[in-house]
């Protein structure tokens, strides 16, 4: 084993360990710090089971990183056992960083709380694993014209979860207004994938270059999700209580909204032409307030009563429109809005801090439009 390798080999072992128990110990500290808030309405959308499966990823990056030095170590890396040990510490990594998609807000909508279809990706990539063993196992020559076969499968997966991974870290620093790191961070996800190509392209292989992008771009992705736990730490901080929210509906186009926490204490909102954003928020207060069970929520999308997300930002544009707010306090989605899985969402707000004035909601409920809502109040 060369001095190069076995440099890398200990690096990324000790960065990612480092990394690791960061991450863990920041779990750790939202999961005990802010359990009211993530175990409250029983919703599953945690942000911290997010991190924990990021921070089990860089833990097998560990692993990977012990296998690799005794592979080299020992002299069995080019062996079968060698190669399955290394697949099966990707399937395990691919998991984890899905299963951490799962949890993130701004993740693409496929992704974010689609049991469906993270079951699917899951199966893919034990398809693409199992794959990958079989043409080591069988194949007389594995290398085609410097491209290596057997690793091929692996690249093009890790491709697509990277694609996946760029546009949540995008998405999230973006609007949590950190342009600069959402710009590094997709630059950081295409450097550690442009780090395997050499793993596959044999003539892009050329030693300590190689070896040293791969240190950096796991060390700078290890830093991003440091940022990104330290953002999502600010986020719980910031997110009101549901015990001090307070909506009432008291005319036609007209609220009052108390969110301390937000500085909005008995704020009249009157939402004057936007006349579909009202309505759209009194169905979630009726359902919240007089529903039971999914009677409760909303199924928002091209099947649902409420055709795209774009709507529920809208109410909150329109409140922050009528109501300027300082830098800080902002009106988040999120902080109205619980997303409990399948498309469907429903207020934050607790059933007894509802008021609907009687003669709006009796007038609601007997337009042609909206009759469905009158078996909510019977």
Not at 162 to 168: K, P, Q, T
Request: proline share 2%; hydrophobic share 45%; aromatic share 12%.
């Amino acid at each position: 084993m060369s001095d190069v390798t076995q440099f890398h080999n200990l690096s990324h072992i000790f960065i990612s360990l480092i990394g690791a128990v960061l991450l863990l110990a920041i779990y750790y500290n939202i999961s005990t710090r802010y359990r009211k808030i993530l175990d409250e309405d029983g919703s599953h959308k945690r942000v911290d089971r997010g991190l924990l499966y990021l921070s089990l990823a860089m833990f097998v990056w560990v692993v990977a990183g012990v296998w690799a030095y005794a592979g080299a170590h020992y002299d069995f890396s080019s062996g079968f056992v060698y190669a399955a040990g290394v697949n099966l510490l990707s399937i395990v990594n691919n998991m984890f960083l899905l299963l951490a998609l799962f949890y993130f807000y701004y993740a693409p909508e496929f992704i974010y709380g689609n049991k469906k279809s993270v079951k699917v990706i899951l199966s893919v990539i034990v398809l693409v694993a199992l794959a990958t063993l079989t043409i080591f196992q069988y194949a007389d020559d594995t290398i085609y014209q410097g491209i290596k076969l057997n690793s091929l499968p692996d690249l093009l997966l890790s491709g697509f979860l990277s694609g996946l991974l760029a546009v949540s870290l995008y998405r999230t620093f973006d609007n949590r207004n950190l342009k600069v790191v959402a710009i590094l961070s997709v630059l950081v996800v295409g450097l550690i994938f442009y780090s395997q190509l050499p793993d596959v392209f044999l003539s892009m292989d050329n030693g300590f270059v190689n070896q040293l992008i791969k240190i950096i771009a796991k060390t700078s992705l290890i830093s991003i999700f440091l940022v990104l736990a330290t953002t999502w730490v600010i986020q719980l901080a910031n997110t009101p209580t549901v015990n001090e929210m307070q909506l009432r509906f008291d005319d036609w186009s007209l609220i009052r909204l108390s969110i301390p926490s937000k500085n909005l204490n008995d704020v009249k909102i009157d939402f004057g032409s936007k006349a579909t954003q009202y309505k759209n928020l009194l169905k979630f207060a009726i359902r919240r307030k007089y529903g039971d069970g999914e009677n409760q929520s909303i199924l928002v999308g091209a099947a649902g009563e409420i055709k795209s997300q774009t709507y529920l930002s809208r109410i909150i544009e329109n409140i922050k429109d009528i109501h300027p707010m300082t830098e800080g306090e902002e009106l988040e989605r999120k902080d109205l809005f619980t997303f409990i899985g399948d498309g469907r969402y429903r207020l934050r707000m607790l059933p007894e801090h509802i008021i609907i004035d009687d003669a709006l909601l009796q007038e609601f409920v007997k337009s042609p439009e909206h009759k469905g809502y009158a078996s909510f109040c019977n």
